[in-house]
């Protein structure tokens, strides 16, 4: 499980989070939803271990993230996996050794076992046969995927994924989409999604959380999301900038679904 | 009124706190690098590579500055010292500045620009595509896999560079007295010799391994601390030249003023 | 692909330090590096130099290794390698020398019975040779300048008073001054013979500034004789003109080196004083017997005598300390 208790973080005198909370159960994928640029990454961030609150409590696995030594959280890093926006796959390397680089810091692991398992990553996400290839030479969608073998291949408990599907065209997505419920179904990972696409949000997300003014301000299945009457919401989900943005009196509000209150 | 008066203490102020916070952000980058290094297993597949890339792909363009410096060096000596004073003192003023000045500072100049914007360069693109976070979640430690390797290879190959190039400089300036001044090759290295002390070779074999540390150093420390995009990459390189060649400047002189 | 980056690393790496290490051994020793030790002692070293050059006959036969002052502060202890087959003469010391006017200074191993002088120190240890530092000339200007405040000083006493014991004592100063002016005169001619592959203006100034200092000594030559000799008269008229002989010296000496002149112009003054005075002494009705009584006189005279031949026996012993000439310094 994953669980964030009321998270502050700020950068120089921008408030990004203000007092976040979150829990993810075992098994479960979460997607965590917003506009760009109101912090989703930075919440991501925070559970992989690579930020540190200014105040509050990260826990994934039962482990207070902040507060565990390198070595500890390079252990847990391992049962944690991380696809980035833009995959961050190592240029200088081809496919198969940026998949295998997690492999390699697992004691124990010799070459042929590395090759072993990339090639089963690289056919779990349908890249078969590309291992030879760079990143460069890859095509959008490619590179995501590699990415999620990257992070599938020392076979993580959790994956994060941030914003998996920016820039894929619809088809595309639905294929990323695919490849996130195959994960959780096939290989029963946590994983948590940070998204502005509510498509895709709706597709593999078991409970969909709005992060708005730094704090959870909705959490629900999908289907108590497309019923809530939460005026943030509706705004973000149906794309009403005026909705969105208008300041409303109803700001301190409770929701239902077994989600978190607003500043909890 | 009463705020223009502040102003220039708010500047002063903004400056003196830019500069402490740079000091905290490279002691913090350094030390840990330096911690870092026990990290064995992540950096020494990386040495071998780093050291090629800035130590061997460095030395045709040192060698190529150091002929040249050495043709010139040749010439200006043999036009100052007219009249007075034997021209066997060009081989002196050669050798001398090439091996205590002109070799370790030039070469250490060239590659911030070369080593220094390079490494710059690839670990800001690294940082701002979310390939250093991506090191960190796959369990590397970013210094121990990115920094220790570069600047150890600065470190152990930069006096190689150099000495190479003072090698090449020096027989630049010996041919050119030979073909263009007259001199005779017993004039010109009785000269060299004159003066010379085996202590001069350390002072630049020192001089090399601290500009190696600063050049990479400055390209590890402003390209890890890159922000924004493309632009960002830009801003960090030429920041991370400008400041290693002052470093340079400055340290020549501190070495000069510690060492002679 | 690996492998070939890392045999070019190895490569260069070795390459590198190749050129070092074998660069910085011929820049040194020239590859005939001596293998034989020898050592030499001696009170000052001048501004000799570790890895100054190690000449034989006017050869170049090794290095000065190291150089260091005997824990005992008594000796400067001075390390050569040489070139083995060398065959060291009998009786041969190391004179420390200027190799040329740009300050390098050498170390010559010699035949020590064809320099009496400088002093040469015989330090008694087994193979070590007797050393002795060249003086120089800045150093012999020195020596000139304080000379002829000396001098001043003398004759200012012997304008006020003059007995027959002051004139005792002056022959005394004479006699001094005859032995100091064959030692720099002898000093001169080592210099010049140091420096005679040198410009000729240098040498040149050399021969006159020894030439002066002879011709000095002959007139304190017979200044000696005019103060024994009987007649008073005579001796006067002597005096004259020794004493216009010594200015034309000095005259020489100032306009051959304009280091020296300032110094000159003074002995000169000095000389032309002393002049004064014994023109003075030729009146009859002159201060002669009024001087005779006068003690004080005398005790001054002599003290300022002592401190003179003091000075003078220390140019005698270290002649290095006074004599310097280097156009970098």
């Known amino acids: 499980m994953i669980r964030l208790v009321d998270v502050h973080k700020a950068f120089g005198a921008k408030q990004v989070l203000r007092g976040f909370s979150l829990d993810v159960r075992d098994g479960e994928t979460s997607a965590i939803v917003g506009p760009s640029g109101v912090g989703k990454s930075v919440l991501l961030k925070h559970v992989a271990g690579l930020l540190r609150p200014d105040s509050g409590s990260v826990f994934v696995d039962s482990q207070s993230v902040p507060d565990l030594d390198i070595g ?66 890859l095509s959008g969608g490619q590179r995501k995927r590699a990415g999620l073998a990257r992070a599938i291949a020392p076979s993580p408990k959790f994956l994060l994924y941030d914003e998996p599907t920016t820039g894929l065209d619809p088809v595309t ?81 409770t929701h239902e679904g077994g989600g978190y209150q607003n500043g909890a | 009124m009463f705020e223009l008066l502040l102003r220039p203490f708010a500047a002063v102020g903004n400056l003196t706190l830019a500069g402490l916070g740079t000091m905290g952000r490279a002691w913090t980058l350094f030390s840990g690098a330096a911690a870092s290094v026990r990290n064995t297993d992540i950096w020494t597949p990386h040495l071998v590579p780093q050291m090629a890339r800035i130590g061997v792909a460095s030395v045709p363009i040192a060698l190529f500055i150091a002929t040249f410096t050495g043709i010139v060096m040749s010439l200006q000596a043999s036009y100052t010292l007219t009249g007075a004073i034997p021209l066997y003192f060009v081989g ?142 830009g801003a960090s390189t030429t920041r991370a030249v400008v400041v290693a060649c002052m470093i340079i400047v400055c340290l020549d002189a501190f070495w000069a003023a510690v060492l002679l | 692909m690996e492998r070939k980056r890392e045999v070019m690393v190895g490569f260069v790496v070795v390459l590198g330090l190749a050129v070092a290490v074998v660069g910085s051994m011929w820049l040194r020793d020239g590859f005939n590096r001596g293998q034989t030790r020898l050592q030499t002692a001696a009170t000052s070293v001048g501004a000799l130099v570790p890895g100054a050059l190690v000449k034989f006959r006017g050869v170049t036969v090794g290095r000065v290794e190291s150089i260091a002052v005997l824990p005992s502060g008594e000796a400067v202890m001075v390390d050569m390698r040489i070139r083995p087959e060398l065959v060291i003469p009998a009786n041969a010391g190391v004179l420390l020398a200027p190799e040329s006017m740009f300050g390098e200074w050498q170390a010559e191993i010699l035949d020590r ?36 405040r000396n001098l001043t000083t003398i004759s200012d006493r012997v304008e006020v008073a003059f007995t027959e014991e002051t004139a005792l004592n002056l022959k005394g100063v004479i006699d001094n001054m005859s032995v100091v002016s064959d030692l720099l005169s002898e000093i001169i001619e080592q210099q010049s013979q140091r ?129 310097r000439f280097s156009v970098f310094e």
């Open chain 1, 72 to 137: 500890e959280l390079n252990r847990l890093r391992r049962r944690v996996g991380y696809v980035f926006q833009f995959a961050a796959l190592f240029d200088s390397m081809t496919v198969a050794r940026n998949v295998g680089m997690g492999l390699r810091r697992i004691p124990g692991w010799d070459g042929k076992r590395i090759a072993g398992r990339v090639e089963e990553c690289l056919a779990l996400v349908d890249l078969e046969g590309m291992g030879a290839r760079y990143p460069s030479q």
């Open chain 1, 173 to 253: 997505t639905a294929v990323i989409d695919r490849l996130i419920l195959r994960m959780s179904d096939e290989l029963g990972v946590t994983a948590l999604v940070v998204t502005h696409d509510m498509t895709s949000a709706y597709r593999v997300a078991d409970r969909i959380t709005l992060l708005h003014d730094g704090r959870a301000r909705f959490t629900g299945t999908p289907s108590e999301i497309r019923a809530a009457g939460d005026r943030v919401l509706r705004g973000f989900v149906e794309g009403d900038p005026d909705l969105f943005f208008a300041s409303g009196s109803d700001d301190e509000m």
């Open chain 2, 92 to 233: 002196t003023l050669v050798g001398k500045t090439m091996i205590l000045e002109l070799g370790p500072v030039l070469t250490g100049l060239i590659l911030a620009g070369r080593v220094g914007a390079n490494i710059s360069a690839e670990l800001g693109t690294m940082r701002v595509t979310e390939q250093v976070d991506a090191l960190e979640t796959l369990a590397y430690d970013p210094l121990a896999y990115l920094v220790v390797p570069r600047v150890l290879a600065g470190v152990l190959m930069f006096p190689i560079v150099v000495l190479l190039a003072i090698s090449i400089g020096i027989l630049a300036g010996w041919f050119t007295a030979l073909q263009l001044l007259e001199m005779s090759s017993s004039e010109f290295v009785k000269g060299l010799r004159l003066y010379f002390a085996p202590w001069d070779v350390w002072f630049a074999a020192i001089k090399s391994v601290s500009f190696g540390a600063v050049v990479t150093g400055s390209g590890c420390f402003y390209g890890l601390h890159t922000e924004g995009g493309a632009e960002g990459v």
């Open chain 3, 195 to 323: 420096f005679e592959t040198l410009a000729d203006g240098v040498d040149e100034s050399a021969q006159e500034l020894g030439d002066a200092a002879r011709a000095a000594r002959l007139s304190f030559e017979r200044f000696d004789s005019l103060l024994t000799g009987a007649g008073v008269e005579q001796m006067f008229a002597d005096a004259g003109e020794s004493l216009s002989n010594l200015r034309n010296i000095t005259g020489d000496v100032g306009s051959t080196m304009t280091d020296l002149r300032e110094a000159a112009q003074r002995v000169d003054a000095t000389f032309e004083r002393m002049e004064t005075v014994l023109t003075a002494l030729e009146d009859p009705e002159g201060s002669l017997g009024r001087l005779l009584g006068d003690p004080a006189f005398a005790e001054g005279a002599l003290g300022a005598l002592n401190e003179f031949r003091g000075l003078l026996a220390d140019i005698q012993r270290n002649p290095g300390r006074y004599l």
């Open chain 3, 113 to 148: 019975t064809e320099f009496g002088l400088p002093p040469f120190l015989d330090y008694p240890q087994e193979g070590v040779l007797p050393g002795a530092a060249l003086p120089d000339f800045s150093r012999l200007t020195a020596t000139f300048d304080q000379i002829a």
